[in-house]
């Protein structure tokens, strides 16, 4: 895979709101994810396709610094959020954290009721006024489309939900304290059709209000939700472009090879 | 199809069962001695009357049978230990003559000389106003008269050791005093004063308890025993007079609720074969207790820090390699170290620090209830390691990486979210720990523990815990009593009684444990 044509492959952004620069990074000596150099589109949502183990998550993981969590990992290169370099050493991770939300794979809510799950980003940020905490649940949990189905059960465990409702839940957890970007990584990979359904409109209905970044295995998804699409492979960032484009005319073989499914 | 047969592992499968209902068996076997041993003790035995054919009678309990040479033979209890030095006799069942249960045969617990079987022949109250009439009821009527007075000495021997209690204190103070030099100081000649005022008291108290014991002891009951030898028992020294032969159940069961009684709430008597156990059972709380509140938030912490914060490495591994192992070393090493380290290291130290003045006389330089819940405390703190460990390693790891994502510290993540979780594993790490605790005796018994100590280690007395006091426990109490007492085969029952009371406390306290546990597992399940 050589780097030809990278102005025709990656797209430029308007009004970017993460810009990443060169950005590497090795697991000790082996490298996973060379010189990404692109941007993300502020309230937007971008999808990150590519077959698995090219790096995705991993990328996504550089956003919030969860892979702050992992020894021996190292980064460089950098990525700007909102024109300040996260790996900067005046950021402080936690404030970053509260910026980038995140929702996982699996749906993993804390064995507490739902309010208390809903409002923890709030607690542990030193939040305790009633009505504001209130106020807060009722509105992230519109915003997840949960709280016609929880309304009357706030304070059960969160663990008494289904799967579907779990995950809008993580959803609403991460709404709760304002982030302005979502990173996603494979939400609906857990789920059946109905509650991925659920997630999907979800995802459009936050669409223009949030900048969302998913990672996704799923082609089809991907092109019904998102206005951007980056295609990872091996590590490097092969095209990156409006999903209308990228699905339809590819400017990379290898785009195309993977989208109609000949490898990946 | 015989290979099938090999190949589906049934026999694995049998073999499994059979394995596990074994081990059950095993244990409820033990249950099942312990209980049936130890649950009849109190019930009043009836009193038998065996006349020999060589013209000798013998009256007691009988304890067990068993054939010898083809021959059977009863062990009987014949009590009496005053007048024959036994308390025990083999009766070969052919040289009986005659048996029978005669109503009128008693059995007197005395707190000397172990119990009196015999029959009530005459009374002697020169003391007592009791109406006249039928010999038995008159006996009752006295014995419960007795009990305004003995209650009265109850209270002057009570007054005698708090005097004492403040003696001892004013003596170290007036040591301390003279250690640091003073000579006939004001202070000093008015703590000499106090002394003596309280010499004065003392010595009252005894002359007023020799007067009332004296007065007491002219009570006197006349019994004859199996054979019509006479003994005259003085009424004061009698616990306990009933006749099992004419007792109805509801009586029986009346005795035996109130020896429980007195098994729970009362003092040893007779180098403890007797009397109650409520010393033992303190010590015994008290110690665990004092352990979990050193052993727990250290093992925990300790546990923390190996998991959350340790950088996993060589060293970590050797240090959780090092935990583990000793969890597997024996107790009496531990006991060895509690006396090396904290009793003659840190306990001397403190003497020589704090309390020089009373040198040579150890206060803390001697076995004491710190010292051996301390001792307890790092022989199951590995336990309380592993388990923490453990239960902080099985959450799984999205919901750190949630809680993380959603902006939360390290700290914020293990209060809120990793220790609530974690708790039931805790518990139960702590459950395990206790249980081990309660049941060790070795280390103890280098480190504190006393066949009978004269004081709790918690009292009225200021400041309350003596944690510096020799204590008593009940896993020490089966082991003194059932092996280094002087009367071995009289102290049987008690062995059992003291077993199942410590099987009890363990299974009450470890119980309590598993439902706080249960309610914290309920609360914090995750389910996915």
Known sequence: MTMNDPEQAIVAIDDPIVQMEDLCLYYGQAQALFDLTFDIPRHQVTALIGPSGCGKSTFIRCINRMNDLIDGLSTTGSINLDGVNIFDRAVDVIDLRRRVGMVFQKSNPFPKSIYE???????????????????????????????????????????????????????????????????????????????????????????????????????????????????????????????????????KKATEDYITGRFG | MKNKFWQNGEPFVWGTGAALTLILLLTFYLLFIIFKNGIAVYWPCPLVLFDMEDGSSYLGEVVKDNEYDNKLRHQVKIANRDLYSLDFKWIDASAISQKSTPKDATVLERDEYGNFHGFLSSLNLPNLSVKDGVLWPRFTAALAALAPDTAKIEDIQDELKRLNYRLERLDLKIAKRTYDGEVGTPVLLDLMKKKESLHHDFDLLVARLASLEAKLLKNTALFKDATGQEQVIPLASIVRAYRPNDMSVFAKAFIYLDKVWELFFAEPRESNTEGGLFPAIFGTIILIFIMSILSFPLGVLAGIYLREYAKEGFLVRLVRIAVNNLAGIPSIVYGIFGLAFFVYGIGSSIDQLFFPQYLPAPTFGTGGILWASLTLGLLTVPVVIVATEEALGAIPSGLRESSFALGSTKFQTLTRILLPMASPGIMTGFILAMARAAGEVAPLMITGVVKLAPSLPLDANFPFFHLDRKFMHLGFHIYDIGFQSPNVEAAKPMVFVTTLLLLGIVILMTSSAIVLRNKMKKKFAVTH
């Open chain 1, 117 to 251: 799950n809903v409002i923890f980003g709030m607690r542990i940020g030193g939040v305790s006024e009633k009505p504001i905490l209130d106020e807060t649940v009722e509105k992230s949990l519109r915003r997840a489309a949960l709280w016609d189905e929880v309304k009357d059960r706030l304070h059960d465990s969160a663990m008494g939900l289904s799967g579907g409702q779990m995950q809008r839940l993580c959803i609403a957890r991460a709404i709760a304290v304002s982030p302005e970007v979502i990173l996603m990584d494979e939400p609906c990979s857990a789920l059946d059709p109905r509650s991925t359904a659920h997630i999907e409109d979800l995802i459009r209905d936050l669409n223009g209000e949030y900048t969302i970044i998913i990672v996704t295995h799923n082609m089809q998804q991907a092109s019904r939700i998102s206005d951007y699409t980056a295609f990872l492979y091996e590590g490097e960032l092969i095209e990156f472009g409006h999903t209308k484009k990228v699905f339809t005319v590819p400017v």
